[in-house]
């Protein structure tokens, strides 16, 4: 009896762990999809987005384009589309219609046996290099520039009631 109830508790828990992995990977795929279709607010940012992910699908620009007009998706949605499709060997339009019909990325690439941990890793790198400005140059990236980066270095030194001598 007791090694049963064990057997059952691993089991809870590791359906728990492997459902919380999928939520977290499909969380990180998401904020990669946003990053990209935020980038499509600046003309200037859009153009450099959809070059690179261009590049990255080695699908010519014109298409993409097209599949914006066609769908009304932003630059981080197409990639993950287009990707879905070539992984799956299914339809771009299929892919997009999975989507409208309320699924999320994450959901449509584990229904298609597509694992999540290599596509957030591609959508990753493509956020990067569509999304991030050379260095020196931010009239091209995207986000909220109007927050101040914290110091380096951690917080002031001096003395704080954890540095105290002991007695």
Same mark, same amino acid.
């Given at each position: *009896?007791?090694?049963?109830?064990?057997?059952?508790?691993?089991?809870?828990?590791?359906?728990?762990?492997?459902?919380?992995?999928?939520?977290?990977?499909?969380?990180?795929?998401?904020?990669?999809?946003?990053? *990209?279709?935020?980038?499509?607010?600046?003309?200037?940012?859009?153009?450099?987005?959809?070059?690179?992910?261009?590049?990255?699908?080695?699908?010519?620009?014109?298409?993409?384009?097209?599949?914006?007009?066609?769908?009304?998706?932003?630059?981080?949605?197409?990639?993950?589309?287009?990707?879905?499709?070539?992984?799956?060997?299914?339809?771009?339009?299929?892919?997009?219609?999975?989507?409208?019909?309320?699924?999320?990325?994450?959901?449509?690439?584990?229904?298609?046996? #597509?694992?999540?941990?290599?596509?957030?890793?591609?959508?990753?790198?493509?956020?990067?290099?569509? #999304?991030?400005?050379?260095?020196?140059?931010?009239?091209?990236?995207?986000?909220?520039?109007?927050?101040?980066?914290?110091?380096?270095?951690?917080?002031?030194?001096?003395?704080?009631?954890?540095?105290?001598?002991?007695?």
């Amino acid at each position: *009896m007791k090694q049963t109830t064990i057997s059952r508790l691993i089991l809870a828990l590791s359906l728990c762990s492997g459902t919380s992995l999928f939520a977290d990977e499909a969380s990180d795929l998401t904020k990669s999809v946003t990053a *990209m279709d935020a980038a499509d607010k600046s003309p200037a940012a859009q153009a450099k987005a959809v070059d690179h992910v261009s590049k990255e699908l080695r699908v010519p620009r014109e298409k993409l384009d097209e599949q914006r007009k066609q769908t009304g998706l932003g630059t981080g949605s197409l990639f993950i589309a287009n990707t879905l499709a070539k992984e799956t060997g299914k339809p771009f339009e299929e892919i997009v219609a999975a989507h409208r019909s309320g699924k999320g990325w994450g959901l449509i690439a584990k229904e298609n046996g #597509v694992k999540l941990g290599p596509l957030v890793s591609q959508a990753k790198r493509a956020e990067k290099g569509a #999304v991030k400005a050379p260095k020196g140059d931010k009239s091209g990236e995207v986000g909220d520039q109007s927050r101040p980066k914290p110091p380096r270095g951690g917080p002031p030194k001096g003395n704080s009631p954890s540095r105290g001598k002991s007695r």
